[in-house]
Protein backbone atom coordinates (compact mmCIF):
# COMPACT_ATOMS: atom_id res chain seq x y z
CA UNK A 1 0.00 0.00 0.00
CA UNK A 2 0.96 3.51 -0.69
CA UNK A 3 -0.81 7.08 -0.16
CA UNK A 4 -1.07 9.72 -1.75
CA UNK A 5 -2.72 13.30 -1.12
CA UNK A 6 -4.24 15.74 -3.58
CA UNK A 7 -4.63 18.92 -4.28
CA UNK A 8 -8.16 19.68 -5.62
CA UNK A 9 -7.78 23.78 -5.47
CA UNK A 10 -8.46 25.37 -8.82
CA UNK A 11 -7.85 28.74 -7.05
CA UNK A 12 -6.58 29.87 -3.78
CA UNK A 13 -10.00 31.70 -3.28
CA UNK A 14 -11.80 28.23 -2.24
CA UNK A 15 -11.12 26.30 0.43
CA UNK A 16 -9.38 23.45 -1.09
CA UNK A 17 -8.54 20.15 -0.59
CA UNK A 18 -4.85 20.46 0.17
CA UNK A 19 -1.37 18.20 -0.38
CA UNK A 20 -0.11 17.11 3.25
CA UNK A 21 2.94 15.59 4.23
CA UNK A 22 1.23 11.86 5.24
CA UNK A 23 3.61 9.42 6.98
CA UNK A 24 3.32 5.79 6.13
CA UNK A 25 3.11 3.64 9.07
CA UNK A 26 2.63 -0.25 7.93
CA UNK A 27 0.64 -1.50 5.37
CA UNK A 28 0.04 -4.42 3.56
CA UNK A 29 -0.10 -6.78 6.56
CA UNK A 30 -1.50 -7.23 9.55
CA UNK A 31 -1.19 -3.85 10.84
CA UNK A 32 -3.29 -4.27 13.77
CA UNK A 33 -7.21 -4.22 14.41
CA UNK A 34 -9.97 -1.50 14.18
CA UNK A 35 -9.81 -1.97 17.56
CA UNK A 36 -6.11 -1.78 18.12
CA UNK A 37 -4.20 0.14 15.64
CA UNK A 38 -0.52 -0.98 15.67
CA UNK A 39 -1.41 -2.41 18.72
CA UNK A 40 -2.39 -0.46 22.10
CA UNK A 41 -4.86 2.35 19.94
CA UNK A 42 -7.77 1.76 22.10
CA UNK A 43 -9.04 4.24 24.75
CA UNK A 44 -9.23 3.17 27.79
CA UNK A 45 -9.79 4.67 31.50
CA UNK A 46 -6.01 5.00 32.16
CA UNK A 47 -4.82 6.54 29.52
CA UNK A 48 -4.18 10.61 29.86
CA UNK A 49 -7.18 12.64 28.52
CA UNK A 50 -7.35 13.14 24.46
CA UNK A 51 -6.54 16.50 23.26
CA UNK A 52 -9.19 19.19 22.42
CA UNK A 53 -11.30 17.88 19.69
CA UNK A 54 -10.34 18.92 16.48
CA UNK A 55 -12.05 20.87 13.74
CA UNK A 56 -10.84 20.03 10.31
CA UNK A 57 -12.99 17.75 8.48
CA UNK A 58 -10.70 14.50 6.97
CA UNK A 59 -12.13 12.51 3.40
CA UNK A 60 -10.71 9.21 2.81
CA UNK A 61 -10.74 7.47 -0.58
CA UNK A 62 -9.98 3.61 -0.79
CA UNK A 63 -8.90 1.85 -3.66
CA UNK A 64 -6.68 -0.82 -5.15
CA UNK A 65 -3.48 -1.16 -6.49
CA UNK A 66 -4.76 -0.35 -9.88
CA UNK A 67 -7.01 3.10 -8.68
CA UNK A 68 -10.60 1.05 -8.64
CA UNK A 69 -12.24 2.07 -5.64
CA UNK A 70 -13.33 -0.19 -3.18
CA UNK A 71 -16.50 -0.31 -1.24
CA UNK A 72 -17.42 -1.52 2.11
CA UNK A 73 -14.48 -0.83 3.64
CA UNK A 74 -14.33 0.01 7.28
CA UNK A 75 -12.10 3.20 7.68
CA UNK A 76 -12.05 4.25 11.58
CA UNK A 77 -9.90 7.50 12.47
CA UNK A 78 -8.12 7.58 16.23
CA UNK A 79 -6.43 11.35 17.42
CA UNK A 80 -2.85 11.00 16.79
CA UNK A 81 -2.51 9.60 20.89
CA UNK A 82 -4.89 7.26 19.75
CA UNK A 83 -6.37 7.55 22.85
CA UNK A 84 -9.60 8.50 21.73
CA UNK A 85 -12.13 7.41 18.43
CA UNK A 86 -12.89 10.22 16.02
CA UNK A 87 -15.05 8.22 13.82
CA UNK A 88 -15.94 4.86 12.26
CA UNK A 89 -17.48 4.30 8.46
CA UNK A 90 -17.94 2.19 5.97
CA UNK A 91 -16.30 3.49 2.32
CA UNK A 92 -18.94 4.38 -0.09
CA UNK A 93 -19.34 3.21 -3.71
CA UNK A 94 -16.75 5.44 -4.80
CA UNK A 95 -14.82 4.48 -2.02
CA UNK A 96 -14.96 7.53 0.31
CA UNK A 97 -15.88 8.30 3.23
CA UNK A 98 -15.98 11.83 4.90
CA UNK A 99 -15.07 12.20 8.65
CA UNK A 100 -15.93 15.25 11.08
CA UNK A 101 -14.16 17.40 13.37
CA UNK A 102 -10.42 15.82 13.33
CA UNK A 103 -7.88 16.68 15.22
CA UNK A 104 -4.62 18.16 13.54
CA UNK A 105 -3.00 14.82 13.86
CA UNK A 106 -4.68 11.44 13.46
CA UNK A 107 -4.31 7.70 13.00
CA UNK A 108 -6.59 6.05 9.79
CA UNK A 109 -7.37 2.52 10.15
CA UNK A 110 -8.63 0.73 6.90
CA UNK A 111 -10.01 -2.71 7.12
CA UNK A 112 -10.64 -4.15 3.55
CA UNK A 113 -11.31 -8.25 2.49
CA UNK A 114 -8.60 -7.40 0.24
CA UNK A 115 -6.08 -5.94 2.66
CA UNK A 116 -5.92 -3.45 5.40
CA UNK A 117 -3.33 -1.29 6.68
CA UNK A 118 -2.56 1.89 9.05
CA UNK A 119 -1.88 5.57 8.12
CA UNK A 120 -0.42 8.52 10.02
CA UNK A 121 -1.81 11.57 9.31
CA UNK A 122 1.27 14.64 10.24
CA UNK A 123 -1.18 17.60 9.49
CA UNK A 124 -5.01 17.52 9.17
CA UNK A 125 -5.74 21.19 8.38
CA UNK A 126 -8.57 23.10 11.21
CA UNK A 127 -9.27 25.37 8.53
CA UNK A 128 -10.88 23.52 5.78
CA UNK A 129 -10.56 20.07 4.31
CA UNK A 130 -7.59 17.40 3.60
CA UNK A 131 -8.09 13.98 1.68
CA UNK A 132 -6.22 11.55 1.35
CA UNK A 133 -5.92 8.41 -0.82
CA UNK A 134 -4.91 5.13 0.43
CA UNK A 135 -4.42 2.63 -2.13
CA UNK A 136 -5.03 -1.15 -0.11
CA UNK A 137 -2.32 -3.38 -1.53
CA UNK A 138 -3.55 -7.29 -1.13
CA UNK A 139 -1.49 -9.43 1.49
CA UNK A 140 0.35 -12.11 0.19
CA UNK A 141 -1.41 -15.52 1.28
CA UNK A 142 0.79 -18.70 -0.27
CA UNK A 143 -0.60 -19.28 -3.65
CA UNK A 144 0.90 -21.92 -5.64
CA UNK A 145 -0.22 -23.92 -8.92
CA UNK A 146 0.09 -27.25 -9.36
CA UNK A 147 1.65 -28.60 -13.03
CA UNK A 148 0.18 -31.76 -13.44
CA UNK A 149 1.65 -34.48 -11.90
CA UNK A 150 2.81 -37.22 -14.69
CA UNK A 151 4.00 -40.59 -14.07
CA UNK A 152 7.53 -41.05 -15.22
CA UNK A 153 8.24 -42.58 -18.31
CA UNK A 154 8.82 -46.34 -17.55
CA UNK A 155 8.77 -46.00 -14.16
CA UNK A 156 5.79 -49.15 -13.47
CA UNK A 157 7.70 -52.03 -12.36
CA UNK A 158 6.92 -55.28 -13.83
CA UNK A 159 4.05 -56.52 -12.16
CA UNK A 160 2.66 -52.85 -12.22
CA UNK A 161 3.04 -53.07 -8.69
CA UNK A 162 5.19 -49.78 -8.12
CA UNK A 163 5.45 -46.28 -9.84
CA UNK A 164 6.98 -43.10 -9.88
CA UNK A 165 4.27 -39.53 -10.04
CA UNK A 166 6.65 -36.47 -10.90
CA UNK A 167 5.06 -33.46 -9.15
CA UNK A 168 6.11 -29.40 -9.71
CA UNK A 169 5.07 -26.79 -7.77
CA UNK A 170 5.75 -22.51 -8.66
CA UNK A 171 4.61 -19.85 -6.30
CA UNK A 172 4.11 -16.38 -7.38
CA UNK A 173 6.59 -13.97 -7.45
CA UNK A 174 4.82 -11.83 -5.04
CA UNK A 175 3.69 -14.84 -2.85
CA UNK A 176 7.04 -17.05 -2.65
CA UNK A 177 7.03 -20.05 -0.58
CA UNK A 178 8.26 -18.87 3.35
CA UNK A 179 10.95 -20.69 5.57
CA UNK A 180 8.76 -23.85 6.96
CA UNK A 181 10.15 -24.72 10.83
CA UNK A 182 11.47 -27.80 10.16
CA UNK A 183 15.89 -28.19 9.52
CA UNK A 184 16.89 -24.96 9.05
CA UNK A 185 15.59 -22.06 10.32
CA UNK A 186 17.80 -19.43 8.94
CA UNK A 187 15.71 -17.20 6.65
CA UNK A 188 18.35 -17.18 4.24
CA UNK A 189 17.71 -20.63 4.08
CA UNK A 190 13.73 -20.94 3.03
CA UNK A 191 12.50 -24.84 3.39
CA UNK A 192 9.69 -25.84 2.63
CA UNK A 193 8.22 -29.51 2.38
CA UNK A 194 6.14 -31.48 0.08
CA UNK A 195 3.81 -34.20 1.64
CA UNK A 196 2.38 -37.15 0.01
CA UNK A 197 0.30 -39.51 1.92
CA UNK A 198 2.79 -39.76 5.40
CA UNK A 199 5.57 -39.24 3.37
CA UNK A 200 7.55 -35.82 3.73
CA UNK A 201 9.89 -34.81 1.86
CA UNK A 202 11.96 -31.25 2.31
CA UNK A 203 15.61 -30.16 1.59
CA UNK A 204 17.31 -27.65 3.51
CA UNK A 205 21.04 -26.84 4.27
CA UNK A 206 21.13 -29.92 6.72
CA UNK A 207 20.17 -32.11 4.67
CA UNK A 208 21.62 -32.78 0.85
CA UNK A 209 19.44 -35.77 0.01
CA UNK A 210 15.80 -35.96 0.05
CA UNK A 211 14.36 -37.82 3.25
CA UNK A 212 11.11 -39.45 3.98
CA UNK A 213 10.21 -38.52 7.39
CA UNK A 214 6.82 -39.51 9.22
CA UNK A 215 6.35 -42.49 6.91
CA UNK A 216 4.08 -44.55 8.58
CA UNK A 217 2.17 -46.92 5.85
CA UNK A 218 5.80 -47.42 4.03
CA UNK A 219 3.52 -47.21 0.64
CA UNK A 220 5.17 -44.22 -0.29
CA UNK A 221 9.22 -42.98 -0.70
CA UNK A 222 10.46 -39.71 -1.94
CA UNK A 223 12.86 -40.89 -4.65
CA UNK A 224 13.99 -37.20 -5.78
CA UNK A 225 13.25 -33.80 -4.20
CA UNK A 226 14.43 -30.29 -4.63
CA UNK A 227 13.41 -26.19 -4.64
CA UNK A 228 14.56 -23.40 -6.39
CA UNK A 229 13.99 -20.36 -4.68
CA UNK A 230 14.40 -18.46 -7.90
CA UNK A 231 13.19 -20.43 -10.43
CA UNK A 232 14.22 -20.07 -13.87
CA UNK A 233 12.45 -18.98 -17.04
CA UNK A 234 10.62 -21.26 -19.52
CA UNK A 235 11.93 -21.73 -22.60
CA UNK A 236 11.68 -19.18 -25.29
CA UNK A 237 8.95 -21.23 -27.19
CA UNK A 238 6.81 -20.92 -24.23
CA UNK A 239 7.49 -16.89 -24.02
CA UNK A 240 6.18 -14.04 -26.37
CA UNK A 241 2.93 -12.55 -27.28
CA UNK A 242 -0.30 -14.28 -26.38
CA UNK A 243 -4.03 -14.02 -26.97
CA UNK A 244 -5.71 -14.74 -23.59
CA UNK A 245 -9.46 -15.46 -22.93
CA UNK A 246 -10.41 -14.50 -19.00
CA UNK A 247 -13.48 -16.63 -18.17
CA UNK A 248 -15.15 -15.87 -15.36
CA UNK A 249 -17.44 -18.04 -13.63
CA UNK A 250 -21.03 -16.02 -12.60
CA UNK A 251 -22.76 -18.93 -10.99
CA UNK A 252 -25.19 -17.90 -8.48
CA UNK A 253 -22.71 -20.16 -5.57
CA UNK A 254 -19.84 -17.19 -6.98
CA UNK A 255 -22.16 -14.17 -5.75
CA UNK A 256 -22.60 -16.39 -2.26
CA UNK A 257 -18.50 -16.70 -2.11
CA UNK A 258 -18.08 -13.34 -3.80
CA UNK A 259 -19.84 -10.91 -1.94
CA UNK A 260 -17.73 -7.78 -2.60
CA UNK A 261 -17.06 -8.66 -5.95
CA UNK A 262 -13.38 -9.05 -5.61
CA UNK A 263 -13.29 -11.21 -8.55
CA UNK A 264 -13.94 -8.27 -10.82
CA UNK A 265 -10.74 -6.24 -8.78
CA UNK A 266 -8.88 -9.38 -9.38
CA UNK A 267 -9.50 -9.64 -13.06
CA UNK A 268 -8.89 -5.95 -13.40
CA UNK A 269 -5.02 -6.48 -12.58
CA UNK A 270 -5.11 -9.41 -14.82
CA UNK A 271 -5.59 -7.17 -17.28
CA UNK A 272 -3.31 -4.95 -16.41
CA UNK A 273 -0.41 -7.38 -15.82
CA UNK A 274 -1.29 -8.01 -19.61
CA UNK A 275 -1.31 -4.43 -20.81
CA UNK A 276 1.60 -4.05 -18.78
CA UNK A 277 4.30 -6.40 -20.73
CA UNK A 278 5.97 -5.26 -23.99
CA UNK A 279 4.57 -8.21 -25.96
CA UNK A 280 1.27 -6.14 -27.16
CA UNK A 281 -0.65 -9.14 -25.62
CA UNK A 282 -4.51 -9.42 -26.31
CA UNK A 283 -7.16 -9.88 -23.68
CA UNK A 284 -10.78 -11.38 -23.89
CA UNK A 285 -13.20 -11.11 -21.33
CA UNK A 286 -16.21 -13.89 -21.18
CA UNK A 287 -18.48 -15.48 -18.84
CA UNK A 288 -20.90 -18.06 -18.14
CA UNK A 289 -23.55 -19.55 -15.98
CA UNK A 290 -26.71 -21.93 -17.04
CA UNK A 291 -30.49 -21.35 -16.92
CA UNK A 292 -30.74 -22.16 -13.18
CA UNK A 293 -32.85 -24.05 -11.33
CA UNK A 294 -36.17 -21.73 -11.97
CA UNK A 295 -36.80 -22.49 -15.71
CA UNK A 296 -39.47 -19.59 -15.47
CA UNK A 297 -37.34 -17.28 -15.26
CA UNK A 298 -35.00 -15.58 -18.02
CA UNK A 299 -31.37 -16.29 -17.60
CA UNK A 300 -29.12 -12.76 -16.31
CA UNK A 301 -26.43 -13.96 -19.11
CA UNK A 302 -28.46 -13.43 -22.57
CA UNK A 303 -26.09 -16.05 -23.84
CA UNK A 304 -25.57 -19.58 -22.86
CA UNK A 305 -23.05 -21.11 -21.56
CA UNK A 306 -21.30 -18.35 -22.77
CA UNK A 307 -21.57 -15.10 -23.01
CA UNK A 308 -18.78 -12.80 -24.73
CA UNK A 309 -18.76 -9.20 -25.24
CA UNK A 310 -22.27 -8.40 -28.23
CA UNK A 311 -21.53 -6.54 -31.49
CA UNK A 312 -17.66 -6.84 -31.82
CA UNK A 313 -16.18 -8.38 -34.21
CA UNK A 314 -13.71 -9.82 -32.34
CA UNK A 315 -13.55 -10.42 -28.16
CA UNK A 316 -9.87 -9.80 -28.14
CA UNK A 317 -8.33 -6.83 -28.01
CA UNK A 318 -5.91 -4.96 -26.99
CA UNK A 319 -8.21 -2.14 -25.58
CA UNK A 320 -7.47 -2.35 -21.46
CA UNK A 321 -11.00 0.12 -21.41
CA UNK A 322 -13.19 -2.22 -23.70
CA UNK A 323 -12.00 -5.02 -21.60
CA UNK A 324 -12.61 -3.52 -18.21
CA UNK A 325 -15.72 -2.58 -19.65
CA UNK A 326 -16.44 -6.04 -20.52
CA UNK A 327 -15.91 -6.92 -16.81
CA UNK A 328 -18.16 -3.78 -15.53
CA UNK A 329 -21.12 -5.41 -17.88
CA UNK A 330 -20.75 -8.77 -16.32
CA UNK A 331 -20.13 -7.63 -12.88
CA UNK A 332 -24.43 -7.35 -11.86
CA UNK A 333 -25.20 -10.38 -14.35
CA UNK A 334 -24.77 -13.66 -11.58
CA UNK A 335 -27.31 -16.38 -10.64
CA UNK A 336 -27.84 -19.88 -12.24
CA UNK A 337 -25.99 -22.79 -12.32
CA UNK A 338 -21.83 -23.62 -13.44
CA UNK A 339 -22.09 -25.81 -16.26
CA UNK A 340 -18.24 -25.74 -16.48
CA UNK A 341 -17.64 -28.33 -18.96
CA UNK A 342 -19.76 -26.88 -21.22
CA UNK A 343 -18.58 -23.52 -20.58
CA UNK A 344 -14.82 -24.68 -20.98
CA UNK A 345 -15.86 -26.35 -24.54
CA UNK A 346 -17.42 -22.89 -25.60
CA UNK A 347 -14.28 -21.07 -24.71
CA UNK A 348 -11.83 -23.42 -26.40
CA UNK A 349 -14.16 -23.26 -30.10
CA UNK A 350 -13.92 -19.19 -29.43
CA UNK A 351 -10.64 -18.77 -28.83
CA UNK A 352 -9.65 -20.85 -31.47
CA UNK A 353 -11.95 -19.08 -34.03
CA UNK A 354 -10.95 -15.65 -32.94
CA UNK A 355 -7.44 -15.76 -31.05
CA UNK A 356 -4.74 -15.17 -33.76
CA UNK A 357 -3.12 -18.66 -34.95
CA UNK A 358 0.49 -17.10 -35.38
CA UNK A 359 0.96 -16.64 -31.22
CA UNK A 360 0.17 -18.54 -28.53
CA UNK A 361 -3.08 -18.60 -27.18
CA UNK A 362 -4.40 -19.30 -23.35
CA UNK A 363 -7.57 -19.24 -21.30
CA UNK A 364 -7.75 -18.22 -18.07
CA UNK A 365 -10.40 -19.64 -15.83
CA UNK A 366 -11.26 -18.39 -12.54
CA UNK A 367 -13.93 -21.17 -11.46
CA UNK A 368 -16.21 -21.32 -8.12
CA UNK A 369 -15.49 -24.80 -7.65
CA UNK A 370 -16.07 -28.20 -9.87
CA UNK A 371 -18.64 -28.49 -12.47
CA UNK A 372 -22.69 -28.39 -10.95
CA UNK A 373 -25.20 -29.07 -13.90
CA UNK A 374 -25.90 -32.31 -12.66
CA UNK A 375 -24.27 -34.78 -15.22
CA UNK A 376 -24.02 -38.39 -14.73
CA UNK A 377 -20.33 -39.67 -13.91
CA UNK A 378 -20.62 -41.58 -17.52
CA UNK A 379 -22.09 -38.07 -19.23
CA UNK A 380 -18.80 -36.10 -17.48
CA UNK A 381 -16.06 -38.49 -18.23
CA UNK A 382 -17.76 -38.04 -22.08
CA UNK A 383 -17.15 -34.39 -21.64
CA UNK A 384 -13.98 -34.64 -20.73
CA UNK A 385 -13.09 -36.84 -23.31
CA UNK A 386 -14.24 -34.35 -25.71
CA UNK A 387 -12.21 -31.28 -23.72
CA UNK A 388 -9.12 -33.59 -23.91
CA UNK A 389 -9.54 -33.79 -27.67
CA UNK A 390 -10.53 -29.93 -28.30
CA UNK A 391 -7.65 -28.83 -26.27
CA UNK A 392 -4.88 -31.26 -28.16
CA UNK A 393 -6.27 -30.27 -31.37
CA UNK A 394 -6.16 -26.64 -30.79
CA UNK A 395 -2.90 -26.47 -28.76
CA UNK A 396 -4.90 -23.81 -26.65
CA UNK A 397 -3.02 -23.71 -22.66
CA UNK A 398 -5.46 -23.44 -19.99
CA UNK A 399 -4.94 -22.41 -16.55
CA UNK A 400 -7.35 -23.18 -13.81
CA UNK A 401 -7.60 -20.97 -11.16
CA UNK A 402 -9.73 -22.95 -7.52
CA UNK A 403 -11.91 -21.26 -5.73
CA UNK A 404 -13.65 -22.25 -2.85
CA UNK A 405 -13.13 -25.70 -2.31
CA UNK A 406 -12.85 -25.84 1.14
CA UNK A 407 -13.90 -29.34 2.73
CA UNK A 408 -15.67 -30.66 0.00
CA UNK A 409 -13.26 -33.53 -1.28
CA UNK A 410 -15.60 -34.58 -4.37
CA UNK A 411 -15.36 -30.77 -5.72
CA UNK A 412 -11.52 -31.07 -5.69
CA UNK A 413 -11.83 -34.40 -7.01
CA UNK A 414 -13.14 -33.38 -10.26
CA UNK A 415 -11.68 -30.46 -10.81
CA UNK A 416 -8.57 -32.75 -10.19
CA UNK A 417 -9.75 -35.09 -13.35
CA UNK A 418 -10.77 -31.58 -15.30
CA UNK A 419 -7.09 -30.90 -14.89
CA UNK A 420 -5.74 -34.09 -15.84
CA UNK A 421 -7.74 -34.03 -18.91
CA UNK A 422 -6.72 -30.29 -20.12
CA UNK A 423 -2.83 -30.42 -19.18
CA UNK A 424 -3.70 -27.23 -17.18
CA UNK A 425 -2.02 -26.06 -13.90
CA UNK A 426 -4.01 -25.40 -11.32
CA UNK A 427 -3.73 -22.43 -8.81
CA UNK A 428 -4.93 -22.64 -5.58
CA UNK A 429 -5.89 -19.00 -4.19
CA UNK A 430 -4.44 -19.25 -0.95
CA UNK A 431 -5.69 -21.41 2.43
CA UNK A 432 -9.09 -22.80 1.55
CA UNK A 433 -11.34 -19.69 2.90
CA UNK A 434 -14.54 -18.18 2.28
CA UNK A 435 -13.98 -15.46 -0.21
CA UNK A 436 -15.41 -12.84 1.71
CA UNK A 437 -12.90 -13.45 4.43
CA UNK A 438 -9.91 -13.53 2.51
CA UNK A 439 -10.32 -12.01 -1.30
CA UNK A 440 -6.14 -10.90 -1.20
CA UNK A 441 -5.98 -14.68 -2.43
CA UNK A 442 -7.97 -13.74 -6.03
CA UNK A 443 -5.72 -10.96 -6.88
CA UNK A 444 -2.18 -13.39 -6.00
CA UNK A 445 -3.78 -16.39 -7.74
CA UNK A 446 -4.41 -14.37 -11.17
CA UNK A 447 -1.12 -12.44 -10.54
CA UNK A 448 0.13 -15.78 -10.78
CA UNK A 449 -1.80 -16.63 -13.65
CA UNK A 450 -0.13 -13.58 -15.53
CA UNK A 451 3.24 -14.88 -14.32
CA UNK A 452 2.40 -18.48 -16.32
CA UNK A 453 1.64 -16.80 -19.51
CA UNK A 454 4.30 -14.86 -19.53
CA UNK A 455 6.96 -17.88 -18.86
CA UNK A 456 8.29 -15.57 -15.37
CA UNK A 457 10.99 -17.51 -13.07
CA UNK A 458 9.32 -18.62 -10.43
CA UNK A 459 9.93 -20.11 -7.28
CA UNK A 460 9.51 -23.86 -7.45
CA UNK A 461 9.49 -27.11 -5.62
CA UNK A 462 10.07 -30.35 -7.97
CA UNK A 463 9.34 -34.25 -6.08
CA UNK A 464 9.51 -38.02 -7.33
CA UNK A 465 7.61 -40.02 -5.38
CA UNK A 466 7.35 -43.85 -5.58
CA UNK A 467 4.39 -45.52 -4.79
CA UNK A 468 3.59 -49.44 -4.35
CA UNK A 469 -0.17 -50.36 -5.02
CA UNK A 470 -2.31 -51.71 -2.09
CA UNK A 471 -4.66 -53.07 -4.87
CA UNK A 472 -4.30 -56.72 -6.24
CA UNK A 473 -2.95 -56.61 -9.20
CA UNK A 474 -1.10 -53.54 -9.13
CA UNK A 475 -1.61 -49.95 -11.28
CA UNK A 476 -3.77 -51.48 -14.11
CA UNK A 477 -3.85 -49.77 -17.13
CA UNK A 478 -6.67 -46.90 -17.72
CA UNK A 479 -8.20 -46.22 -13.79
CA UNK A 480 -7.43 -42.76 -13.02
CA UNK A 481 -5.00 -42.75 -9.90
CA UNK A 482 -6.41 -40.17 -7.22
CA UNK A 483 -4.46 -38.42 -4.75
CA UNK A 484 -3.73 -35.63 -1.81
CA UNK A 485 -0.30 -33.42 -1.99
CA UNK A 486 -0.02 -31.13 0.94
CA UNK A 487 2.66 -28.07 0.95
CA UNK A 488 3.65 -26.37 3.35
CA UNK A 489 5.40 -23.21 2.75
CA UNK A 490 4.24 -20.83 6.27
CA UNK A 491 6.10 -20.32 9.29
CA UNK A 492 4.07 -22.48 11.15
CA UNK A 493 5.29 -26.12 12.80
CA UNK A 494 3.67 -29.46 12.73
CA UNK A 495 1.39 -28.85 9.81
CA UNK A 496 -1.16 -26.18 10.70
CA UNK A 497 -1.19 -24.51 7.44
CA UNK A 498 -0.75 -27.41 5.08
CA UNK A 499 -2.20 -26.49 1.76
CA UNK A 500 -4.38 -29.35 -0.01
CA UNK A 501 -3.56 -29.88 -3.78
CA UNK A 502 -5.58 -32.81 -5.15
CA UNK A 503 -4.28 -34.50 -8.42
CA UNK A 504 -5.23 -36.68 -11.15
CA UNK A 505 -3.36 -39.02 -13.25
CA UNK A 506 -4.49 -41.30 -16.22
CA UNK A 507 -2.50 -44.57 -15.84
CA UNK A 508 -1.78 -45.75 -19.13
CA UNK A 509 1.98 -47.43 -19.82
CA UNK A 510 3.88 -45.12 -18.11
CA UNK A 511 3.08 -42.04 -19.18
CA UNK A 512 0.65 -39.66 -18.08
CA UNK A 513 -1.66 -38.05 -20.55
Known sequence: MYVANSARASNASVVALLLLAVVLASCGGDGGSPTSPGGGGTPSVSAPPPVAAGTGSLTVTVTDPNGEPLANAMVDVFNGQQTAVVGTAASDQDGMVTFKAVPSTALVYVNHPLG?????VADVRQAGSTALTAIVQPASPVTVALHPVTVA??????DRSELELHVAIVASEKARFEPSSYGSYAASQPTPYLRLDDCMVWLDSLRTTPTCVFESSGRVSAKDFSFDPVGTPVAPSARGPYSALLLLDQSRRVADYDPYDLRTLA???FIQRARSSTQADLVAVAGFAGQGRDVALPPLLQQLPLWAPPHTATVFSADRFAQEAALDTLRPLVGGTAPVLDALGAALTLTAAQAPATGRRAIVALLGGGDDSGLSESQRHAALASLRQ????TGIQV?????RLDGDSVERKTLAELAAALRAPIIYSGYPKDWREKGDGLYSALDLAADLLAGSALPSVEAVFRMKSDQPGGFQSGPTLHGTLWIESDLCPMGCAELPLEFAVDIHTGVSP
Not at 153 to 158: D, E, K, N
Request: with cysteine; charged share 15%.
Open 399 to 403: VLIAG
Open 153 to 158: AGSISA
Open 267 to 269: AKH
Open 390 to 393: QQAD
Open 116 to 120: HCRIE
